[in-house]
């Protein structure tokens, strides 16, 4: 059953390798910030370390860079700038990066005095020259001059050594410097270039050595290269090295006063017949690396330590090495780089690593111009240097010295060093990965070994059976999910797939023998559950889940095999994680774990799987079922989960069902008539009435009435067929049956009431039927006259007494309505009275009327002759016109021309024909007289109705332009009114 076989791992493996291969000729493009980023193992790249890498020397030596004709004594450079020192008492400066003489300085000294020693400050703007007499001068780039200085600071001894300001240099002054002596004197001075009166700014001594010798270097340093932070000073001798520590004042003069206090006290390191050179390396000035120190058995190297971490007030060097000279004899000058201590000899130049401490390399120098006895290195350019003899200047320029760094550090196991160095390149990240991978694994550290190995492009088939011939099944798994960590997801689908797929095998594996192996002890228990718990938060991580997901194969791989290993409660997570919810709740179902079923489908909320399984759910769970639907009240279609309720068979599954229906319809509102008839027929199977008459009253409006109407017959809910009656508009159906079938004169009073409060003039006789139903019931069932009398008075007179006469036997006593009879004679006397009142009236308004038509006819009206037409302007005389009362007169063809604009199409050509009627008829015989008025009578009736100006039709033409529409009208008008 186990997917985990020892004899397939070759397969797998070799499957790994085939993928790895296809990806082979990428790249990766920066390195992280954290270790496991600066690799990029999703790309492999077969390039040998050092294929690209620069292919010349590290140190070059050029051609000859000067030749002078005086003897050269000493060299010093800084910032680009060269300075030689001649026998002949003059100072020559280069600017290094070209060849030609920037200027010449001559010192006026004496026959016999000569140079000592020549210090030039980082910027190389500040030059000190110090004689063999004891003589100081002071030289500022750009001036010719070189000034004395040994008076103003009281010097008279020779100077050995130059500490220079590590703050930031100006035109203006040297800042604070340290000068020390022949004598083992100590200085603290500041020169100021700038002043016209006094060269010296202060000078004070500091402190006097208990054993007068040279100081032949001197240096300081800032704590974190911050002059508010504590200072520590080096000295060093021929014998010994000293460390001052202290903090330096804040006044302006002597800031070293604290650190060279009287209680003070020096740490130094004592070398017997040392030589006493020392020189310093930076990493990137002012920030210090390390320093050497020539002794006289070898050379002293060590680390400079100034951050905050590791700044120690006893001493700030560390790593301490002592290398002894060679075969070569003792150098007769030393330089520092960042990685390389260089070493002049008289006929030659050696470098050595300061990692391993071999040999890089050896240059032999051969000159007419004596030997070589000076090294020159910049602090502030360290990619050159200089070396002279007697009478000529060479130059060194050093490539790319980091290159190999990364190796030596490897070799030395310092791992993290190595990767610092390599400087992101992907090649030499696997090299340094496999090589520490192979030292964990020598020294059993499996763990580490797997999480090294998983970074480097090491054979993923060799890697995997190193583990397995070890037997280390954990760091198997951990070089496995290391691995997977490291991939890049976008290009290695596959790899991902595969070593997923891995992983889970052996958990699972892992698994099933613990609980082989478990007996009952609580710690075999959580063992067992904690290695599960590992292979779910291993499932479920963001990454791997969204890779399976991606694959369906996979999916089902995984599945087969925890199902082969019987793994139920992973199978059932995983298909849960892979959101295989269907799966899950067929689990359970099959299970009979009905309620883990249902709060899967909770959790997940899918519609379409509640409407699939909600039938099942309904069977065996209502009550849980209908209270998760309620949770998701309007995201379900309850339409659908109709065929879950049509089967309830027992009491409880249709009380759940009707309580459901009833939560959709009152408080999700839902509106489809499906819904509403299929809770009425749960609701008409209830025995209570009143709550089927309730609901009809609710929900009437979504309910097929004919199909309500079947339900109450076929349960013979009575009253509830009246209502349904009674809102289709069948008031006498309902009538009937409240008779019939309930007995009940109040119901169908009620019914015949509602309908007549809801009728129309032309349904009276409905109404009255419906009463007289009523009635006769009562009279012919009940036999009661008082309640005859009742309904004739609820009837609100539609009924009267001789309506209901004819129901009564012709041997009925009418005393006990006898009241009504008379009652019922005086209403109709009084409606004869006011029949006759309403007919003198209306034969009196008619006779008025005539009298108003009469003396309408006889009315008449002035018109003078100066009157014209409203329409036309012209004198109104002149033709057939017509007056209106309210004194507005027309033409009769301005009119009717007018007139025809508002009126239909149809009437508009009546009203023309008629007028060409008139007009011939005016130019005929008086024969034709009768024919010419009732011609005129209907032109009055059609344009004469109302006035033009003051009548409807004035309103009617609210809308009509002032201005004419036709262009060409519209152009004249402006052209004659402009």
């Known amino acids: 059953q186990h997917y985990y076989i020892t004899n397939n791992l070759r397969f797998m493996a070799g499957l790994w390798n085939e993928y790895q291969e296809d990806e082979r000729s990428y790249e990766s493009g920066s390195r992280g910030s954290n270790r496991e980023s600066s690799f990029n193992t999703s790309v492999i790249n077969l390039k040998e370390p050092g294929d690209s890498v620069d292919k010349r020397p590290i140190f070059e030596k050029e051609d000859t860079y000067v030749k002078e004709t005086a003897a050269i004594i000493k060299l ?18 280069f600017y290094t990066q070209a060849t030609e003489l920037d200027d010449v300085l001559d010192i006026p000294r004496p026959v016999g005095d000569k140079i000592h020693n020549i210090f030039l400050d980082p910027t190389g703007k500040h030059l000190l020259v110090s004689m063999t007499s004891g003589e100081l001068f002071y030289g500022f780039y750009g001036k010719q001059t070189l000034w004395p200085c040994s008076k103003q600071m009281k010097l008279s001894v020779k100077i050995d050594s130059v500490a220079w300001s590590q703050t930031k240099q100006t035109d203006i002054d ?113 920030q210090p690396r390390s320093l050497v120190w020539m002794t006289g058995v070898g050379i002293q190297y060590s680390r400079i330590n100034i951050d905050s971490a590791s700044f120690d007030e006893e001493t700030v060097l560390s790593e301490n090495k002592l290398t002894p000279f060679t075969d070569k004899g003792i150098p007769v000058a030393i330089g520092v780089s960042e990685f390389h201590l260089l070493l002049m000899y008289e006929n030659g130049f050696e470098a050595k690593s300061l990692i391993n401490w071999k040999h890089v390399h050896y240059e032999p120098l051969r000159t007419s111009g004596g030997i070589y006895n ?28 980091d290159r190999n760094v990364w190796r030596m550090y490897m070799q030395l196991r310092k791992f993290q060093e190595a990767e610092k160095y390599a400087d992101g390149d992907q090649t030499k990240l696997f090299e340094i990965a496999s090589e520490e991978g192979d030292y964990y694994f020598e020294q059993k550290y499996y763990d580490d070994a797997a999480q090294t190995y998983a970074l480097s492009h090491r054979s993923f088939e060799e890697i995997a059976l190193k583990f397995i011939n070890e037997s280390t099944t954990p760091a198997l798994m951990n070089f496995l999910r290391s691995k997977l960590d490291s991939i890049n997801n976008s290009n290695s689908p596959t790899q991902i797939c595969m070593l997923v797929v891995w992983i889970v095998e052996l958990y699972l594996s892992e698994i099933s023998s613990l609980e082989k192996q478990q007996q009952s002890s609580e710690e075999e228990c959580d063992t067992v559950q904690s290695t599960r718990a590992d292979l779910r938060n291993f499932l479920g991580n963001e990454f791997v889940s969204r890779n399976i997901k991606k694959n369906k194969p996979i999916i089902k791989v995984i599945q087969e095999m925890m199902a082969s290993y019987g793994d139920t409660s992973d199978m059932i997570y995983f298909a849960d994680l892979m959101e295989d919810i269907e799966k899950v709740i067929m689990h359970h179902i099959h299970d009979q774990q009905y309620a883990s079923a249902l709060n899967t489908l909770r959790k997940r909320r899918s519609p379409e799987l509640f409407y699939k399984y909600t039938p099942t759910l309904m069977k065996y769970i209502p009550r849980n079922t209908v209270e998760v639907l309620e949770q998701f009240g309007r995201h379900l279609d309850p ?122 003039p032309e349904q009276q006789e409905m109404i009255k039927k419906l009463w007289l139903m009523i009635a006769r019931h009562v009279v012919e069932e009940e036999k009661d006259i008082k309640r005859v009398m009742e309904v004739i008075n609820r009837a609100e007179q539609v009924l009267k007494i001789e309506d209901i006469l004819p129901f009564f036997n012709d041997f009925f006593y009418i005393d006990d309505f006898k009241d009504s009879i008379c009652k019922s004679l005086e209403i109709y006397n009084q409606n004869i009275n006011q029949l006759n009142d309403d007919m003198k009236d209306a034969t009196d308004s008619a006779e008025r009327i005539h009298n108003d038509i009469d003396n309408l006819k006889r009315k008449n009206c002035v018109v003078e002759s100066s009157k014209s037409c409203y329409l036309c302007d012209i004198p109104l005389l002149t033709r057939s016109f017509y007056v209106f009362p309210c004194s507005h007169m027309f033409h009769t063809a301005c009119l009717v021309k007018e007139i025809t604009g508002y009126l239909s199409k149809r009437k508009a050509e009546e009203v023309s024909k008629i007028y060409k009627v008139l007009l011939n008829l005016k130019d005929e015989d008086q024969t034709r007289t009768e024919s010419y008025r009732r011609a005129k009578c209907e032109l009055d009736e059609m344009i004469a109705e109302e006035c033009l100006m003051c009548g409807e039709y004035m309103i009617l033409s609210i809308d009509t332009p002032f201005l004419p529409r036709d262009e060409d009208l519209f152009e004249k008008l402006r052209s004659e009114w402009s």
Not at 241 to 252: A, D, M, P, T, V
């Open 639 to 760: 339409k659908q989960l109709l065929p879950s309720f049509i089967h309830c068979k027992t009491l409880d599954q249709k009380e759940q069902a009707l309580k459901y229906l009833q939560f959709v319809v009152f408080s999700t509102k839902c509106k489809d008539e499906a819904i509403h008839n299929f809770l009425l027929s749960l609701v008409v199977q209830q025995d209570d009435e009143g709550l089927l008459l309730e609901f009809l009253d609710k929900t009437d409006a979504n309910v097929d009435r004919k199909y309500a109407l079947r339900l109450c017959s076929e349960h013979r809910k009575w009253k509830a067929c009246c209502y349904i009656y009674t809102k289709m508009g069948l008031y006498e159906e309902a009538v009937k049956l409240a008779l019939t079938k309930l007995g009940n004169v109040h119901e169908a009073e009620k019914t015949a009431l509602e309908a007549q409060s809801y009728s129309r």
């Open 76 to 93: 010093a450079t800084a910032n680009r700038i060269l300075v030689v020192g001649l026998l002949s008492n003059k100072i020559k400066r």
């Open 374 to 401: 000076t090294l020159a290195l910049d602090p502030m350019d360290q990619s050159k240097f200089f070396c002279s003899a007697k009478q000529s200047i060479i130059r060194f320029k050093i490539h790319k010295e």
């Open 174 to 286: 040297t800042k604070e410097i340290l000068i020390g002596n022949s004598l083992g004197t100590i200085y603290e001075t500041k020169l100021n270039p700038s002043s016209d009166k006094q060269l010296v700014a202060y000078s004070k001594i500091l402190y006097n050595l208990d054993k007068p010798e040279a100081i032949t270097g001197l240096v300081y340093f800032h704590e974190n290269g911050d002059p508010k932070q504590r200072t520590v000073v080096i000295a060093t001798t021929p014998t010994r090295i000293y460390q001052f520590f202290g903090r330096l004042k804040s006044n302006e003069q002597c800031k070293f006063g604290f650190i060279f206090g009287e209680n003070s006290l020096p740490e130094f390191k004592e070398n017997i017949e040392c030589l006493g050179l020392m020189a310093v390396a930076y990493i990137k000035y002012p």
